[in-house]
């Protein structure tokens, strides 16, 4: 049974900082592309940051500078750094892994962010 279980939301003031961690199992992680979308309310969901199984990334125009994602493959973990967060930041942060050879796709069941002072 496949489970991404998402950790690390809350809520930070403008400028503030959060690490999002998302833990897999039941998939070979080693071969799926692991992403972060966030869903505001009332918004559709949307890609944040995006990690290739050789490490190449890529993110949203909104976050350049400020979001890092990151793997550890021992650990079948995935990492959202986000740094000088914006109250535009709050949603709610889904991790997402996809199988590159059988392009199946799974969620976590997200976690809130939310920033406001």
């Known amino acids: 049974q496949v489970h991404l279980v998402e950790a690390g939301g809350g809520l930070v003031q403008p400028g503030g900082s959060l690490r999002l961690s998302c833990t897999a199992s039941?998939?070979?992680?080693?071969?799926?592309?692991m992403a972060w979308y966030r869903q505001a309310p009332g918004k559709q969901r949307d890609l944040v940051a995006i990690?290739?199984?050789?490490?190449?990334?890529n993110y949203v125009d909104s976050v350049k500078g400020r979001f890092t994602i990151s793997r550890d493959n021992a650990k079948n973990m995935v990492y959202l750094q986000m740094n000088s967060l914006k109250p535009e930041d709050t949603a709610v942060y889904y991790c997402?892994?996809?199988?590159?050879?059988?392009?199946?796709?799974?969620w976590g069941q997200g976690t809130q962010v939310t920033v406001s002072s």
């Open positions: 990690i290739a199984t050789g490490g190449s990334t």
């Open positions: 997402n892994s996809d199988n590159n050879y059988s392009r199946v796709n799974y």
């Open positions: 039941g998939i070979i992680f080693r071969i799926n592309t």
